[in-house]
């Protein structure tokens, strides 16, 4: 995916408002603002082009927002914006329908219809993340959709939990993937949104089987990426959890290509290579990052790492120093986090 970074600081107070309207405008839709922050106003945001879909994370000084019937007679994106508050408060009116939410809350808007909202918090700027999907991808009935515009829905459990842990992580280690992975990313957004949609209403029967039974692997990713530091957590484990029998979660995974074994063993290595290559765990002990990673027998974990790898984990975290090393020469800084994302 391609991230850009955008940001008020580096401009004079006097520009800063109109161009983070206008910037809103490029990014989102047509809006109008208004903030009695204006005259010295900050902001930024991080954009993740996700090719068909975008993920926005912001933040920025109280302010008012609307969409008018002309604004959207000017342009319409046709989208979804489903909008997830980090700190602050929000309120938005749409359709006969008013809501407000706060740090957790998600919701969903539509950029077709006229609405109003605002965005306040006691200290500081409001923050949040805002993912833009086109509602011709969503595999929802267009009533289902209807029914939840501006309406708070619950980010506690099932596909809520999963559709933000998905938003705070995507933003939060956006320079982990490569520019190739956005398009795979916007699957994930559409089929958590869709599920997301389709448990509000207890009409999952609204969504294909195919997107119903990739946000069941999807939920089932989730679980094991939880539970991935018990060295015991098995099959057994996972099918109980989400009440389907073994041979149905051996069928999940086969259908794509792989086993829950192995994709429960690539996502602790993964893990493990991340840590090695991790600056900050650079005197943490290889035997401590296995443990955590679900390897509590070393020479287990050596020998899956080297079939993976190539080399042992010594020899990675070595090379991994050696690079981040000439790297920080190279930019004649030494920046950890961009070292790091070189073995991502």
């Known amino acids: 995916m391609i991230v850009t970074e955008l940001t008020t600081d580096d401009l004079c107070r006097a520009d800063r408002f109109t161009w983070w309207h206008d910037l809103t405008v490029s990014m989102l839709m047509s809006t109008t603002l208004r903030s009695e922050h204006a005259a010295d106003f900050r902001a930024a945001a991080t954009v993740l082009d996700l090719g068909p879909a975008q993920v926005t994370a912001m933040t920025y000084l109280p302010l008012t927002t609307a969409r008018t019937s002309r604004l959207i007679r000017q ?57 833009q999907v086109p509602k011709s991808l969503l595999p929802v009935r267009p009533h289902l959709l209807d029914g939840l515009f ?85 099959a057994q484990t996972v099918a ?40 900050v765990q650079r005197h943490r002990s290889i035997q401590a990052i296995a443990a955590r990673w679900g390897f509590p027998r070393p020479a287990d974990f050596t020998r899956a790492f080297r079939t993976a790898y190539g080399m042992t984990p010594s020899e990675y975290r070595l090379q991994a120093g050696v690079a981040r090393h000439a790297n920080g020469l190279a930019h004649g800084a030494h920046d950890p986090r961009s070292a790091a994302g070189q073995h991502e």
Not at 97 to 102: A, K, N, S, T
Not at 198 to 220: K, M, N
Not at 268 to 278: N, P
């Open 150 to 234: 501006a309406t708070r829905f619950t980010a506690v459990g099932g596909f809520g939990q999963l559709l933000t842990q998905f938003l705070t992580h995507v933003t939060s280690r956006e320079h982990q993937y490569r520019p190739s992975d956005g398009a795979r990313l916007a699957t994930v957004l559409v089929d958590l949104l869709g599920g997301s949609v389709a448990h509000c209403f207890e009409a999952e029967t609204g969504l294909p089987v195919e997107s119903r039974q990739h946000a069941l692997f999807l939920r089932v990713q989730g679980f094991i990426r939880q539970h991935v530091a018990d060295p015991d957590l098995s």
């Open 240 to 279: 109980s959890a989400h009440h389907i029998s073994v041979r149905t979660l051996h069928r999940l995974f086969q259908q794509r290509g792989t086993s829950v074994r192995a994709w429960t063993r690539n996502v602790r290595l993964e893990g493990c290579r991340r840590d090695l290559a991790d600056p």
């Open 75 to 131: 342009g319409d994106p046709e989208s979804c914006q489903l909008s997830l508050t980090v700190r602050g408060s929000m309120a938005l009116s749409q359709a006969g329908r008013e809501v407000r939410f706060g740090a957790g809350d998600l919701m969903l808007y539509d950029s077709s219809q006229p609405f109003e909202g605002w965005a306040t918090v006691e200290q500081g700027s409001v923050a949040h993340i805002v993912a």
